[in-house]
């Protein structure tokens, strides 16, 4: 059974048995008119001999020559006299050979159905068996070169998003090893908290985030991990809020896909606040959608954005990769504020 199934998946074997059973069931209209009207003796097995050795290389020699050496090439005028030369030739080469079928061993319908034939009597049922084949043929190679097509557009969009995530990556890291640098010149208390954390962060970005989309509850609290190591770096500096509304349940999400905009607002917003800046950040799981606000001040107009970074412009390429047609973002920058809103259809 294994060597069966080792060799069905060839190529080759599976492209020979596809041309066996296309034949078995052309032929069998004619096999079916001719034993039904005659029986089955020796003179109509030879006279269904010679229908399939002279119809098959007429078939195989139009596919195989006339079509890429002639029609394929744009020589539509020989193509259009060989193909009419082929199939001339294929009806009177079959009338020569039926015609040679010994009246003895067939029966007196079949002989008198060949002496009324002439040269010409098959050449309609010539051209509409090149027409089929090749519409078949080229039917199937488009089909194959779309499948080609989609599985190379398929790998090229695997590639784009890992070099987006190998950019997020590293970005986060070094931001949040800035954060740890700082607390650890204040001599701070914290800073064994915030190891921990980036340690549980960095567990779910190396072996949680290669295998596709996540559960969205992971994603979530991977953005609270980061929003505590931001409260312990800044303290009563700034004002952060974090509301979460609706159940996550068995939702997924593609993996550190919100992390650049959360970034943001604190890269580009609080990091250049001089007084008491704000962020607040919502989020909401409801009918199989997900829904986001983050909102920061903005020092003096300065609603820069994410002008260094990869950020926004991460997260726009790869929701345009990820979920064309089923997610809205709306950046609205003021001249206090820096407001991004996120809509993702989840299903």
């Not at 059974?1 to 066996?20: D, G, V």
């Not at 082929?86 to 029966?107: E, G, K, Q, T």
């Not at 080609?148 to 695997?158: E, G, H, P, S």
């Not at 064309?324 to 709306?330: A, Q, S």
């Amino acid at each position: 059974m294994l060597n069966i199934k080792a060799l069905l998946s060839r190529p080759q074997i599976r492209r020979i048995l596809m041309h066996i059973g296309f034949w078995v069931l052309w032929l069998s209209r004619t096999f079916y008119d001719i034993i039904s009207l005659y029986g089955l003796g020796t003179g109509e097995v030879l006279f269904l001999m010679v229908y399939a050795f002279t119809q098959i290389p007429m078939m195989y020699f139009h596919l195989y020559v006339l079509v890429p050496k002639l029609l394929n090439r744009k020589h539509y005028l020989m193509y259009g006299i060989s193909m009419v030369s082929l199939v001339f030739a294929y009806s009177i080469v079959n009338f020569s050979l039926l015609n040679r079928i010994p009246d003895h061993i067939a029966s007196n319908g079949l002989i008198d159905y060949i002496r009324q034939l002439n040269p010409r009597y098959d050449v309609l049922e010539g051209f509409f068996t090149l027409v089929i084949t090749y519409a078949l043929k080229y039917a199937g190679q488009a089909v194959s070169t779309q499948n080609k097509l989609l599985q190379l557009q398929k790998d090229n969009l695997i590639l784009e998003l890992s070099a987006l995530k190998s950019q997020i990556n590293p970005h986060f890291l070094f931001n949040t090893l800035n954060n740890i640098y700082s607390l650890s010149l204040r001599k701070s208390d914290n800073a064994p908290e915030m190891i921990l954390k980036l340690s549980d962060m960095m567990r779910y970005v190396l072996y949680e985030c290669n295998t596709g989309a996540v559960p969205i509850e992971k994603e979530i609290q991977f953005i609270k991990n980061y929003i505590d190591l931001e409260r312990l770096r800044h303290g009563d500096d700034i004002q952060i809020g974090f509301t979460l509304n609706g159940n996550p349940g068995l939702n997924k999400i593609e993996p550190l896909l919100l992390i650049p905009i959360i970034e943001n607002s604190f890269k580009h917003g609080i990091s250049q606040q001089v007084g008491k800046g704000f962020i607040d950040i919502a989020m909401e799981v409801r009918d199989r959608k997900f829904f986001l606000h983050a909102v920061n001040s903005i020092q003096n107009g300065n609603s820069t954005g994410d002008k260094h970074g990869i950020g926004l412009d991460n997260v726009k390429k790869r929701l345009e990769l990820l979920y064309p047609e089923n997610h809205f973002l709306k950046i609205a920058p003021s001249l206090k504020i820096w407001e991004v809103n996120l809509e993702l259809n989840l299903s």
